[in-house]
């Protein structure tokens, strides 16, 4: 069953997203050459602890950090550790969440570490993040759950790929429902499976976790001896960007960026829905 939410829960959920969207802030600045992944992790603990808000990825199925942090092959849930060094040159995705008076907010991005990067990963994540926009602007009324996945996978395909080839589009992880919990129904793919059909019908109060994940070679992962880390198969880098959202009477609103969505949308022609917070 797909949670439908209330203005007054969207507004709740808002304010765990504004949460989200300073904890992306304060681990962009701190990604930098010689920090570790570790230390990552506590500068997302103290903006939490500062807006009195609560972390859903701690102890989330036994996860041991408040963020995930995946360098380079790493697709998503890399654990923060003391032994991570960034250095010049890594790409850095950092997913994370927050929780107000009960209500969830998820996003990730991907970040550049120093300098030096090659074309094809600044490609690479500029293309998994236009993925998603172009994803959250297919939420609209009366659209279905599999067009959300069509315009991902659609926008996707149509880039073309430095040197060749097609990017991989992560087929064993994908975005979920969220409000009450982080994790809820529906799983939405990042590609269509015509099997699965078409999924429900996009109404006001529906709430999804949009979120690509690309890589430079295969769609296929693999799990490391910890549980957690997943790594692609072939140990190709890269990306991860996720927003959480919200489809309301006025159009989507995109609880975890600091304005809404409302420039990015406008590129697509879409109008954001007004910020019950603002």
Same mark, same amino acid.
């Given at each position: ?82 032994? =991570? ?41 500029? =293309? ?17 759950? =599999? ?132």
């Amino acid at each position: 069953m797909v949670q439908i939410k209330t203005p007054e829960q969207i507004a709740t959920m808002r304010a765990a997203g504004l949460v989200v969207a300073a904890i992306h802030a304060a681990t962009r600045e701190a990604a930098v050459p010689g920090a570790t992944t570790k230390d990552l992790d506590q500068v997302a603990r103290k903006v939490l602890a500062e807006h009195g808000a609560k972390p859903n990825f701690l102890g989330y199925g036994g996860f041991p950090a408040t963020i995930c942090t995946s360098v380079n092959e790493v697709v998503v849930h890399g654990i923060p550790s003391d032994d =991570v060094v960034l250095k010049d040159g890594d790409v850095i995705s950092i997913d994370c969440g927050a929780i107000v008076d009960g209500w969830h907010g998820d996003a990730a991005y991907t970040a550049f570490v120093g300098s030096g990067h090659a074309p094809e990963l600044i490609e690479l994540s500029r =293309v998994t993040e236009e993925s998603m926009w172009a994803g959250i602007a297919a939420m609209k009324l009366g659209n279905r759950l =599999v067009d959300v996945s069509r315009a991902i996978e659609t926008y996707i395909r149509r880039q073309p790929k430095p040197g060749g080839g097609r990017y991989g589009i992560i087929e064993d992880y994908g975005g979920h429902g969220i409000g009450t919990e982080m994790h809820m129904d529906p799983h939405l793919l990042n590609y269509v499976e015509r099997r699965r059909g078409k999924g429900p019908k996009l109404v006001p109060g529906f709430c999804l976790a949009i979120e690509p994940m690309v890589s430079l070679g295969t769609p296929k992962t693999r799990v490391l001896e910890d549980e957690w880390t997943v790594i692609t198969t072939d140990g190709t880098w890269s990306s991860h960007w996720e927003h959480s959202v919200a489809l309301t009477e006025q159009g989507p609103l995109v609880l975890t960026a600091p304005d809404g969505g409302r420039a990015k949308l406008a590129e697509y022609g879409v109008t954001a829905a007004p910020d019950p917070l603002a």
